[in-house]
C-alpha cells in the first residue's frame, strides 16, 4: 500500500511535475471559494468554558430577570452639564439612537423619572413621572439628585457632576435564546451519556442551527456597534464621549485580531522575504519557500470556511503558526538541496530534489506529527476556543506538510542545477563556533542549564492568571480611554451578580403551610379594594386599616418585603458599596431607598412595604424593582459592576472573599446565595488555564517521549532529546511568572509552541548525528560535523521566524504584543537548547553507546 502511494507521489511530482502543481491550483481555487466565509468568533462563548455549571446557572438567572446586554455611552460636555445646549445635543442625540434597530430602550438624565427635584408625593406618582423636561423641575435640585441619588449616582451620573452616560439597552434575540436553550438541553444528555440515536441528531442540527443563529446575532451587534459610533461621531467635538460595555469590548477584540491578521500578516510576510534573501542570496530560495507558505495558509483559511470553524481571538494567530510550520519545513528541504549540491555537482537536479525529498521526508514527517502531539494537547483545556486552536493547528499542520512535500519539489524540478554553491564563509563560522562553544564550555553549559531550570520552576510556581479587560489595550487607544472614563466615574464595566433565596427554613414553612399562599391571595386582594377606593396616598394612614391583619402578613409567602430581611439586604448592599474593586451597586435596596425619599426619609414598616410591592406605579416598579426581585419576591438579585482598571483587581480572590463573608458576617447559609454574571464566567476560565497549562504540558511530554522511542529506539535518546525541549517550554513560562505576566487566553498555547518547535529541532539534529555518529563514533566530531550540515537549517528556521514574530510588538491590541514576543522567545529558548544543550548532553550522556 505504501509502495503504490510512493509511486504515485513521484508520478506527480517528480515525474509529471505540471499534475502535482496543477493539483495544488485546483484546490488553491476551490480554498478562494470558500474564504469569503472565514469569520471572527466575537461571541461570549469564547471567553468561558464549555461545560460550566456557573454558566447554566447564569442562563436560568437571565431568564427570570429582565434585561440583557446593554452598551454605555460616556459624555463629559465641555460646558455646564445641565446647559441647554447640552441638553438639546443629548435630546438629539437619543432621537438618532432610539432609530437604530437591536436597542429595546435607553436610560440617561432627560427621561428617567426625579423624585426629588423638587420632591414629589405617591399621587404625583400616580399622575406621572416628572423628567428633567418636566415643567417646574429645578435644574440645581435635579443636578443634586443625579449626583447623590441611590439609584442615578455612578449610573447616569458621575458625583462631580461633570460626566453622564447614556445606558442603552439592547433587544433580546429571542430565536438565539430558544436554539441555545434547545442545544443545551441536547448537550446536558451527551455529557450524562444519556443521548440517543435520534438525539444525536439533533444534537448535531441544534448544533448548527445555534451557530448560524449565533452568527448572525454577532453581525447585528456589530452593525449596531457601528450605527451606535456614527450617531455619536456627529455629536463629537464638545468633550470627550466613548462607548463602553462588554458587547463593544468582544466586538472591538475581534476588529483588533483582524486588523492585526491582515496588516501584521503581510508586514510578517515581507520581513520573512528580506530575512531569506540575506540568508540565501538567491531568488529562487525566496521564492519557493514564500510561495509554499502563501498557498497554505491560503488554502487552510478556505478550508477553515468551508468546515464553518469559528476562529476565535486564540486561534486567529493560526495563521502566523502555519507560516512557522511550512517555512520550517521548506527551509530545511532548502539546506539538505544546497548541501547535496555542493557535495554531489554532477548530480541532475532530479536527483538532487528526490535524493532531498526522500532523506527529509522521515524527520519531517515525525516533526509534523510530533508538533500535532503537542497541539493536540490543548483538547485537554476544557476551554472551547483553546480547543478550537488545538484542532485548527492540528489541521494546519497537515496542510502545510502535503503541500511543502507536493509544490516545493514540484516547483523545483523546473530549476536548472546552481554548480557552483555559495560558500557561505559567514555561516559556516557562526556553525563551527557554537560548536566550539558547546565542547570548551561544558561544564558551564551544564551548570547554567541547571541553575535556569530551578528559576523557571520557582518562576512557574510565581505564575498568575489573573488580568483585566483594560490591559489588553495600550493607553492610547480609544477603547482604553472609554473603559477607564466609565470604571472611575461611572461605576465600572464588568457585570457581577448576587443571587439570595430564602433560608432553608423559610423553605421548609412554606412546604409544610401551603394555605398560606391563598391567604396572600385573600390579602393582595384586600390591599387592592382597599387602595382603589383611596385617595390619601400616606403611608400611615394605610397602616391602621391593617393594624389587625398585621400578623397575618408576616406569614404570607413572601421571604424580602419585611423590614427584617431588607435591613438585612442592606447591610450588604452598602458592604459591597464599599469595597474598592466594585463600582455601581444595585439592589432591591436601591428601590427602597429611593421610595424612602418620598416617604420623607421615614422608613417603611411591613405593611407599607407589601402595599409597595403591590401598588407601585409600573413607571417605577419596572426599573426599581423587576430587575433585583422575582414577582413572588422571595429571590433577590444584587447586580453590580467591578472596576476593571484597579489595579488591585484580583477577581478570583474578590469571588472567595464575598462567598466567605455573606456566611461569615451576615450568616446567610451557604447553600442560600450564589454568585453569577460574566466576573464569574470569565474568572472560571482564567483559573482553568493554570492547571490546563500543567495538565496539557504533562499530557504532550509523554505522548512525546513515547513517539521518541518508537523513532529512535532508544529510551536514553529519547530523554536526552526531551530534556532541552522540556527546559526551553518551562523557561519561557517560568519568566512570564517570575516579570508578572499572567496566563491568559493566548498565552495559554506558548508552552504548546515552544514544545512543537523545540521537538522539531531536536528530531532533525538528532537523525541527523545518528547519521555522522556512524562514520566514526567521535561524539565531540559529531557535534562539529551536525552544526555545520543541520544546524545551519535549526538556526536559519528559527531565526527567520523570530524577526518576522518581532514585528508583533508595534500593535495595539497587548495580547498579540505578547504573544509575538513570547513565540520570539519560545522560539530562541528552543534554538540555544538544541544547538547548545542537546549536543553537550549527547556527549556527556553517550547515549549511541561508548
Aim: net charge negative; with cysteine.
Amino acid at each position: 500500500m505504501l509502495q503504490r502511494l510512493y509511486s504515485l507521489y513521484k508520478l506527480f511530482v517528480f515525474d509529471k511535475p505540471w499534475a502535482g502543481i496543477s493539483l495544488i491550483l485546483i484546490l488553491s481555487i476551490l480554498a478562494a471559494l470558500q474564504a469569503s466565509k472565514f469569520r471572527l468568533d466575537a461571541s461570549a462563548d469564547s471567553l468561558i468554558l464549555e461545560n460550566d455549571d456557573d454558566l447554566n446557572y447564569f442562563r436560568q438567572v437571565s431568564r427570570r430577570y429582565p434585561g440583557g446586554d446593554f452598551l454605555f455611552i460616556a459624555y463629559r460636555p465641555d460646558e455646564a452639564i445641565l446647559s441647554e445646549t447640552v441638553l438639546k445635543r443629548v435630546a438629539d442625540m437619543q432621537a438618532d439612537l432610539e432609530k437604530i434597530d437591536g436597542i429595546d430602550s435607553m436610560l440617561n438624565i432627560l427621561n428617567v423619572p426625579l423624585i426629588d427635584s423638587p420632591r414629589v408625593s405617591f399621587t404625583e406618582l400616580d399622575s406621572g413621572v416628572r423628567t428633567l423636561r418636566t415643567l417646574g423641575v429645578d435644574e440645581n435640585l435635579a443636578l443634586k439628585e443625579f449626583t447623590s441619588s441611590p439609584l442615578y449616582k455612578n449610573l447616569l451620573m458621575s458625583p462631580n457632576g461633570k460626566t453622564m452616560a447614556m445606558q442603552l439597552s439592547l433587544s433580546v434575540d429571542e430565536d438565539l435564546r430558544s436554539k441555545l436553550v434547545a442545544r443545551d438541553a441536547l448537550r446536558e444528555k451527551k455529557w450524562a451519556n444519556t443521548l440517543t440515536t435520534e438525539e444525536q441528531t439533533a444534537l448535531a442540527q441544534a448544533e448548527a442551527a445555534y451557530t448560524a443563529a449565533s452568527n448572525k446575532n454577532q453581525q447585528q451587534q456589530k452593525r449596531l456597534i457601528q450605527n451606535v459610533r456614527e450617531v455619536m461621531s456627529k455629536y463629537q467635538g464638545h468633550g470627550p464621549m466613548y462607548l463602553g460595555g462588554i458587547a463593544m469590548i468582544a466586538s472591538d477584540m475581534t476588529d483588533f485580531v483582524s486588523r492585526d491578521i491582515k496588516v501584521f500578516g503581510v508586514a510578517i510576510l515581507l520581513f520573512l522575504i528580506v530575512t531569506l534573501a540575506f540568508i540565501f542570496r538567491q531568488a529562487r530560495w525566496v521564492i519557493l519557500p514564500m510561495l509554499c507558505c502563501f498557498v497554505s495558509v491560503f488554502a487552510m483559511v478556505g478550508l477553515v470556511g468551508l468546515l464553518g470553524w469559528p476562529i476565535t481571538v486564540i486561534s486567529s494567530n493560526f495563521t502566523s503558526l502555519l507560516l512557522i510550520m511550512t517555512m520550517s519545513l521548506t527551509i530545511h528541504l532548502i539546506v539538505r538541496y544546497r548541501e547535496l549540491n555542493q557535495l554531489n555537482p554532477d548530480w541532475s537536479q532530479k536527483t538532487l530534489i528526490t535524493t532531498t525529498v526522500e532523506q527529509m521526508a522521515k524527520p519531517c514527517f515525525y516533526t509534523s506529527i510530533t508538533t500535532i502531539v503537542a497541539f493536540l494537547s490543548l483538547v485537554f483545556s476544557g476551554i472551547r476556543p483553546v480547543i478550537d486552536f488545538g484542532f485548527t493547528m492540528v489541521v494546519g499542520i497537515c496542510v502545510a506538510f502535503s503541500l511543502s512535500f507536493i509544490l516545493f519539489p514540484a516547483l523545483a524540478s523546473f530549476l536548472n542545477v546552481k554548480r557552483k554553491a555559495d560558500s557561505q564563509t559567514i555561516t559556516n563560522a557562526i556553525s563551527a563556533g557554537i560548536a566550539s562553544f558547546t565542547k570548551r564550555f561544558s561544564k558551564g553549559i551544564l551548570s547554567t542549564s541547571l541553575i535556569l531550570a530551578i528559576f523557571s520552576i520557582i518562576g512557574i510556581s510565581k505564575l498568575e492568571v489573573e488580568n483585566r479587560f483594560i490591559d489588553y489595550f495600550k493607553e492610547s487607544t480609544e477603547i482604553y480611554k472609554g473603559m477607564y472614563l466609565i470604571d472611575s466615574e461611572l461605576g465600572g464595566t464588568t457585570p457581577l451578580d448576587i443571587i439570595i433565596k430564602p433560608d432553608s427554613s423559610f423553605i421548609a414553612a412554606m412546604e409544610s403551610a401551603p394555605e398560606a399562599l391563598s391567604e396572600a391571595d385573600e390579602l393582595d386582594a384586600i390591599f387592592d379594594e382597599d387602595l382603589s377606593s383611596t385617595e390619601d396616598d400616606d403611608f400611615d394612614l394605610l397602616e391602621g386599616d391593617y393594624e389587625e391583619q398585621e400578623n397575618t402578613v408576616l406569614t404570607a409567602p413572601n421571604y424580602w418585603f419585611n423590614e427584617n430581611a431588607l435591613n438585612r439586604l442592606a447591610s450588604v448592599h452598602d458592604y459591597l458599596n464599599d469595597l474598592p474593586q466594585i463600582g455601581k451597586v444595585l439592589s432591591l435596596t436601591t428601590g427602597i431607598r429611593m421610595v424612602e425619599i418620598i416617604n420623607d426619609g421615614n422608613s417603611l414598616n411591613d405593611i407599607e412595604l407589601q402595599v409597595l410591592r403591590a401598588k407601585l406605579p409600573p413607571a417605577i416598579k419596572e426599573p426599581l424593582f423587576d430587575p433585583y426581585v422575582t414577582e413572588d419576591g422571595n429571590e433577590v438579585r444584587i447586580s453590580m459592576r467591578l472596576i476593571d482598571s484597579d489595579p488591585s483587581l484580583r477577581r478570583n480572590e474578590l469571588i472567595e472573599k464575598l462567598n466567605t463573608d455573606l456566611h461569615d458576617k451576615f450568616g446567610f447559609e451557604k447553600d442560600q446565595y450564589r454568585l453569577s454574571n460574566m466576573v464569574v464566567l470569565y474568572n472560571n476560565m482564567l483559573q482553568s488555564l493554570f492547571d490546563s497549562q500543567i495538565k496539557t504540558m504533562g499530557v504532550v511530554m509523554l505522548a512525546i517521549l513515547i513517539m521518541f522511542m518508537i523513532l529512535f529506539r532508544s529510551w536514553r535518546l529519547s530523554i536526552v532529546a526531551i530534556l532541552p525541549n522540556i527546559f526551553a517550554a518551562a523557561f519561557v513560562i517560568g519568566l512570564m511568572g517570575w516579570i508578572g505576566l499572567p496566563l491568559d487566553l493566548m498565552s495559554i498555547t506558548i508552552a504548546a509552541i515552544a514544545v512543537g518547535i523545540g521537538v522539531d529541532n531536536a528530531i532533525h539534529y538528532i537523525v541527523r548525528y545518528k547519521i555522522e555518529y556512524q562514520k566514526d563514533q567521535d561524539y565531540d566530531a559529531c557535534v562539529f560535523r551536525s552544526h555545520a550540515t543541520i544546524g545551519k537549517g535549526i538556526y536559519f528556521t528559527n531565526l527567520t521566524v523570530i524577526a518576522g514574530f518581532s514585528i508583533l510588538v508595534l500593535s495595539s491590541f497587548t495580547p498579540t504584543i505578547y504573544f509575538g514576543l513570547l513565540t520570539a522567545l519560545a522560539m530562541f529558548a528552543a534554538l540555544l537548547a538544541n544547538l547548545i544543550l542537546l549536543p553537550r548532553l549527547l556527549v556527556v550522556l553517550k547515549p549511541l553507546g561508548k
